[in-house]
């Protein structure tokens, strides 16, 4: 399967990044662009997207990139770093880049920002995913 196959065959079983309203705008093999526009219901007490929006829109960015080499991959650590905050109705876009990559182990970098403000970022996600031997078919 190829970068767009593998997402979309994962997609189509993602109820949870299907919850979200993500889009995938751009894959291609260690790289993956995701869109989303935050909705009233992900919003906390503070009236702002609860933390675990932003998280959840990298975390997919970060399976979606990290499977798109055809290989089923899984995290084994992540974290994240809020800057700003989101609000209703923004539409935010979280871009995932393999940094680095071994036979077992890929380190991804994930940048969470709105799509009017390209070069500001909301938060900054990293991950580390568990390459398998397991190929997406």
């Known amino acids: 399967m190829n970068a767009a196959e593998v997402v979309n065959t994962m997609m189509k079983n993602d109820t949870f990044s299907q919850w979200l309203g993500i889009e995938v705008l751009e894959i291609r093999e ?14 906390n007490g503070f009236g702002i997207a609860h933390g675990g929006i932003s998280y959840s829109l990298a975390d997919s960015a970060l399976a979606f990139a990290s499977n798109s ?9 992540t974290s994240i770093s809020h ?7 923004d539409e935010v876009i979280a871009e ?12 991804y970098a994930i940048k969470v920002y709105l799509k009017a403000q390209p070069h500001t970022a909301i938060a ?14």
Not at 30 to 40: A, D, F, I, S
Not at 69 to 77: L, N
Not at 96 to 107: F, P
């Open 30 to 43: 260690g790289y993956c662009k995701l869109g989303m526009t935050v909705k009233e219901n992900m919003l």
């Open 69 to 77: 080499w055809g290989r089923k991959s899984v995290s084994i650590d």
């Open 83 to 89: 800057l700003k905050p989101l609000n209703n109705k």
């Open 96 to 107: 995932a880049i393999c940094e680095n990559q071994s036979e077992k182990l890929g380190h």
């Open 124 to 137: 900054l996600f990293r991950g580390t995913v568990y390459r398998t031997s397991k190929i997406w078919e």
